[in-house]
């Protein structure tokens, strides 16, 4: 009797052992997304998470750590059974938007698997209608709550725009001109800023303003976006990315 006793007492204890601690995991779990979002309804009635914007920008800053140092992951999620999972839906943790540049994959800059990240590119990483539409999508219909407008080095659409300031006489198709005089106001604010600077410093100044701008004018062309960025839901920021090293810096616009 004593022992049946001994045995139910074990038991129980066990028990409360267990319950808290699943009640400590989830609470730590859900440290790292959205406390009014942590689930989400995926296809065929799988859940996903929403990370932080805080907790999102720290993995893309540990993801370029890898690789600028050599160490990324033997698979950061590219294999037949990723592929499998992601059928039913996708989950990405961050929003890029950045320049269409071949030699600027983000998710090699940022040692990212498939459905990890939402990408958008174009030439100068610009605003348009069509761009805030996805980011849109993005943001109110799936899990990113981290915004990144992403510039590069040597940017190619950037060093054109300088190029036609100086010599408009230069211009080339209306598509491309097209491209180019879109990025002519980010070019203007970095000259004013220094009246002796040089045609590389220049290009590179430009693209730093290029992607404040566009921060700016997400937030103020998006009504949601902006109200969730006032509440803390969300955030935006800006980054340049180095070629030759590989590191990117992130800034607040």
Do not use: W
Request: proline content about 5%; glycine content about 8%; overall charge positive.
């Amino acid at each position: 009797m004593r022992r049946s006793n001994l045995t139910v007492f074990f038991i129980v204890i066990a028990g409360l052992g267990l319950v808290v601690f699943g009640a400590l995991y989830f609470r730590h779990q859900k440290d790292d997304i959205d406390p009014e979002n942590a689930a989400l309804s995926g296809k065929d009635g799988h859940t996903v998470v929403v990370i932080q914007p805080e907790k999102a920008l720290e993995m893309l800053k540990a993801g370029n750590r890898r690789y600028v140092t050599g160490s990324r992951m033997k698979d950061p999620g590219v294999s037949t059974d990723t592929r499998k999972i992601l059928l039913k839906g996708q989950a990405p943790f961050a929003t890029i938007l950045s320049c269409s540049d071949s030699r600027f994959p983000p998710e090699v800059f940022f040692d990212a698997g498939l459905g990890q990240l939402f990408v958008i590119r174009n030439a100068g990483n610009q605003f348009s209608v069509d761009v805030l539409g996805s980011i849109e999508y993005a943001s109110l219909h799936s899990t990113p709550r981290l915004i990144v407008v992403m510039g590069h080095q040597a940017c190619g659409a950037v060093t054109g725009a300088v190029k036609f300031i100086r010599q408009p006489e230069s211009g080339e198709t209306p598509a491309l001109n097209s491209v180019v005089c879109n990025l002519i106001p980010a070019v203007l604010i970095a000259g004013k800023k220094d009246v002796n600077i040089t045609e590389e410093k220049l290009i590179e100044e430009a693209t730093r303003e290029n992607v404040r701008l566009v921060c700016r004018s997400i937030l103020q062309s998006s009504e949601p976006l902006r109200k969730m960025a006032a509440s803390g839901k969300l955030k935006i920021i800006g980054a340049y990315a180095d070629l030759e090293s590989g590191k990117i810096e992130f800034f607040l616009p």
